[in-house]
């Protein structure tokens, strides 16, 4: 289950000291068999805010839970409302050099997989092909009655007609799409049903409160499994969802590396973390092992 991203643990407890040299990764790189895992912090430098670090979320934002969305028909109104406001943010938002790096790693044949954490969809955009989108993406829309799966574009636009004046000002977007709108913002802004039998839309998305698909949640054990190194990018580890792969990973001798500017949760279960900016950090990699990222993928968005 994924749950609500609350800290169990303080940032500011006695952790392995952070370097700021980069070539533990490229080693790590060098020798092929790298499993990436993915957050938030990965596409901050594309526009997406993070949950925690320095202008992070959290601290004013509450997720939407599977149940207080499927319990409520108001619920589901201000989810949409936010979501839909935050949508052309996400709609304009393009990979970074971090993303684009990435992606040349796996097109050079130094990973063995991606796990991401985010919805955005950025890693696909900046070249990726091998990526399991563990929550899910925000692109996708399903029918909770039916089954059906549909574009997101699609939903905007139907969205769009239904509500022509809605034009509000956020005070912030979040990195799960959702815009800060106050009640009276969201006012009587109008939900659209499901084409084919009228049921509940609910973004392709894992909500806190509801479960990672199970077979999901095995092939990237096993892609754990199968990783020579495992380097985690841009996540602060503080849910499980991600942890448990980390943790995975240390239990078996697998190392891990982390690429992250804050303590992290699994910083005691790493061989090292380097505390700079995804892409910069990256860049310098990619650099190292003789990589240009601009000339290697394209933005396909």
């Not at 935050?86 to 050099?97: I, K, M, Q, S």
């Not at 574009?153 to 139907?158: D, T, V």
């Not at 448990?244 to 001798?253: E, L, S």
Request: aromatic fraction near 4%; charge should be negative; include cysteine.
């Amino acid at each position: 289950m994924r749950m609500r991203p609350t800290l169990s643990w303080s940032p500011t407890e006695d952790l392995p000291p952070a370097t700021t040299d980069p070539e533990p990764v490229a080693e790590a790189l060098s020798a092929g068999g790298v499993l990436v895992l993915s957050g938030a912090g990965i596409s901050t430098e594309s526009g997406i805010p993070d949950y925690r670090g320095e202008g992070g979320s959290l601290s004013r934002h509450t997720p939407m839970t599977y149940q207080d969305f499927t319990a409520s028909a108001q619920a589901r109104r201000r989810y949409w409302a936010r979501s839909h406001l935050g949508w052309r943010t996400f709609g304009r938002a393009r990979p970074n050099a971090g993303h684009r790096a990435v992606a040349a790693f796996e097109r050079h044949g130094l990973l063995s997989g991606v796990i991401t954490q985010n919805v955005d969809g950025l890693h696909q955009a900046g070249g990726g092909e091998d990526v399991v989108e563990l929550h899910g993406s925000l692109d996708r829309v399903v029918c909770l009655t039916c089954g059906d799966s549909s574009r997101r574009r699609e939903l905007a636009r139907r969205l769009e007609e239904a509500n022509p004046d809605f034009a509000p000002v956020a005070s912030g977007i979040n990195p799960d799409g959702d815009a800060d709108l106050t009640d009276e913002q969201v006012g009587d802004f109008h939900v659209v049903p499901c084409t084919v039998c009228g049921g509940i839309l609910k973004p392709d998305v894992v909500f806190f409160g509801e479960s990672v698909p199970l077979p999901r949640v095995e092939h990237c054990r096993a892609l754990v499994r199968g990783a020579a190194t495992v380097l985690v990018l841009g996540s602060s580890l503080t849910v499980m969802s991600g942890l448990r792969f980390v943790r995975q990973a240390a239990q078996a001798g697998t190392p891990v590396l982390i690429i992250n500017r804050d303590p992290t949760r699994g910083d005691r279960l790493a061989a090292t973390r380097v505390a700079l900016p995804l892409g910069p950090a990256l860049t310098a990699v990619a650099g190292h092992l003789g990589i240009r990222i601009d000339d290697e993928t394209a933005d396909t968005a």
